[in-house]
């Protein structure tokens, strides 16, 4: 019985190994597999160059150590996968499920429907674009917010150009600006825009104010050739004459020492002339020609800023034009 059991045990084995043999892959350089419970061999999806040593997945035509490629629509005869070299190209990298791409060379991550991210070979990183003109290059579907930067305690964005502009704001709509800053809540009280020197446009600078109707108004501010700071008071004249001591903080602001204007206007009738007597660095006098006016009296003074006292109509050497950036077409 024994020699019997021994016997078939051989018998099987045998026809096992035959089987196998039968069902061996048969495509050179696959890599072959077990693909039933009988021990049957056939073709798996990996393969190795048997002149390289490159090992494929879903591709006879691996050109780098590993390359993975899936069965997904086939773009300018190239059929992208999860992660490959694509067309032969050395320096073309792929991940994704699809799309057409097109840039000669670098790395890309997309989906079916379109690449997501683009690294070239030139270092340009393109986001929603095939074509990146920058380091990092970000188009929208007109939907999202292109950039985003949020912190609690830091900057949330810096930049700095060691001989250029450090930010380049652009519109090419006729009705929204090329930069907005907003305070928080949007509020009229609060600080939306902070600029350490000088602050320059080409065109008018505006307050933006809102009327009972709900329209808003642009108040432009008024410009001059010269750097002043003005203040505005009322003095009441006491017999014909008014001491007006500047105010201490307004001085600290100015250079008092040049000369400065003093406007005036009676707010009543003055009987004589009213004017202007005894101006020093930090006070003057208002008048009244025949000594005898007991009125209030509005005044404006305004006096060159201090540090900036002998400017008049400076060069704007800074505003040289530089090449402009246009929206550029999508692929």
């Not at 097109?102 to 989906?111: K, L, N, Q, T």
Request: charged share 15%; net charge negative.
């Amino acid at each position: 019985m024994i020699r019997r059991i021994l016997s078939l045990s051989v018998l099987f084995v045998s026809l096992g190994y035959a089987h196998a043999q039968n069902g061996m892959s048969i495509t050179p350089g696959k890599i072959v597999k077990w693909f039933d419970s009988l021990g049957n061999l056939t073709d798996s999806v990996i393969y190795e160059d048997p002149g390289t040593g490159n090992v494929g997945v879903g591709t006879f035509s691996p050109n780098t150590n590993l390359s993975v490629e899936g069965d997904v629509p086939v773009f300018n005869g190239t059929g992208v996968g999860l992660f490959n070299r694509a067309n032969g190209n050395t320096n073309r990298w792929v991940l994704g499920t699809g799309g057409a791409f097109v840039s000669p060379d670098g790395f890309s991550i997309g989906d079916s429907s379109a690449y997501r991210l683009i690294i070239t070979g030139s270092g340009n990183v393109g986001i929603g674009t095939l074509n990146p003109l920058s380091k990092l290059h970000v188009v929208t579907d007109g939907v999202n917010q292109g950039v985003r930067a949020e912190t609690d305690f830091q900057d949330a964005v810096v930049a700095i150009s060691n001989n250029h502009i450090g930010v380049h704001g652009l519109t090419n709509s006729f009705f929204y600006p090329g930069v907005r800053a907003t305070s928080y809540q949007g509020a009229a009280a609060n600080l939306g825009l902070e600029v350490q020197g000088r602050f320059t446009a080409t065109g008018t600078k505006n307050a933006i104010v809102p009327l009972e109707d709900g329209q808003q108004v642009l108040m432009a501010a008024e410009e001059s050739t010269e750097v002043w700071f003005s203040d505005y008071g009322i003095a009441e004249l006491a017999n014909g004459v008014a001491t007006v001591r500047i105010d201490r903080d307004f001085l600290q602001t100015v250079n008092s020492s040049k000369d400065y204007h003093v406007f005036v206007t009676p707010r009543g009738n003055p009987v004589g002339s009213v004017y202007i007597d005894n101006q020093t660095p930090s006070s003057f006098e208002i008048r009244e020609t025949t000594g005898t006016a007991n009125i209030k009296v509005s005044y404006k003074i305004v006096a060159k800023r201090k540090d900036f006292a002998d400017e008049r109509m400076k060069r704007a050497e800074w505003t040289q034009p530089s090449e402009p950036i246009m929206a550029v077409p999508q692929n």
